[in-house]
């Protein structure tokens, strides 16, 4: 079965700590993964793909088909980044699959 | 550059009212979709489509409809609605099928049925 889990619901850290927002897939295929975030008031909107092995924001997110894992990471958190974050499957070309999302809250 | 728009943002409706979420967009996108978002839960895939005339079953189409006449538009049609049917409703749009493609999505629209 094609599936994306997000095991934290909500991710409570303090400025300057590390973050590491976990993704764990269930595919058969070669997975396409994908980070998207929603800020407040905003719309979903893609923050990171796997493919392009970038770092937005100070996010990066490695691939590790062993573990099927696509954990999203960020050295030292910023207020700026409490928001809701989704990781995604695309399968078959058409159709993307969500995780249930982690909300992530920055303190102060 | 608007991208996805959807319309109504928010909306109350009692049981066994119909209503119509519209949604459009100006990428001149092929592949749209429709997904619900239930609280706690992710996103799951309602009806999608991959061209104008041309629409598909998701997850959970049971209790909508869709239409396709346009490349730009992709109404959501609640024909009987449910208390199941609350829920927030995001449109999306994806330039192709390609596993590369991301996808852009509207504001969402938050349905209360009551």
């Known amino acids: 079965a094609q599936r994306v889990t997000q095991p934290e619901k909500l991710l409570s850290v303090f400025k300057g700590a590390p973050v590491e927002l976990k993704c764990n897939y269930s595919?058969?295929?070669?997975?396409?993964l994908f980070w998207y975030v929603q800020y407040s008031r905003q719309r979903l909107q893609l923050l990171l793909r796997?493919?392009s092995r970038e770092s937005i924001k100070g996010f990066t997110a490695d691939l590790n088909k062993g573990e099927t894992s696509f954990h999203l990471k960020k050295p030292f958190a910023q207020e700026e980044d409490s928001a809701m974050y989704y990781c995604?499957?695309?399968?078959?070309?058409?159709?993307?699959?969500f995780g249930a999302g982690t909300r992530l809250f920055v303190k102060a | 550059n608007a991208g996805v728009t959807q319309t109504p943002k928010f909306r109350i409706l009692k049981i066994g009212q119909s209503m119509t979420l519209q949604c459009t967009q100006d990428?001149?996108?092929?592949?749209m979709y429709w997904y619900r978002q239930d609280p706690g839960m992710g996103l799951k895939l309602i009806y999608y489509?991959?061209?104008?005339?041309?629409?598909d079953k998701g997850e959970v189409p049971n209790g909508y409809n869709v239409s396709r006449s346009t490349t730009e538009d992709f109404p959501l049609r609640l024909e009987l609605a449910a208390p199941s049917q609350t829920s927030v409703y995001f449109c999306?749009?994806?330039?192709?099928?390609?596993?590369?493609?991301?996808?852009?999505f509207g504001q969402g629209t938050r349905l209360t049925v009551v």
């Open positions: 999306a749009s994806k330039e192709g099928g390609g596993l590369l493609t991301e996808a852009f």
């Open positions: 595919y058969s295929g070669s997975p396409e």
């Open positions: 796997h493919i």
């Open positions: 995604a499957l695309n399968t078959g070309g058409f159709k993307t699959i």
């Open positions: 990428m001149n996108h092929n592949y």
């Open positions: 489509s991959v061209g104008a005339g041309i629409t």
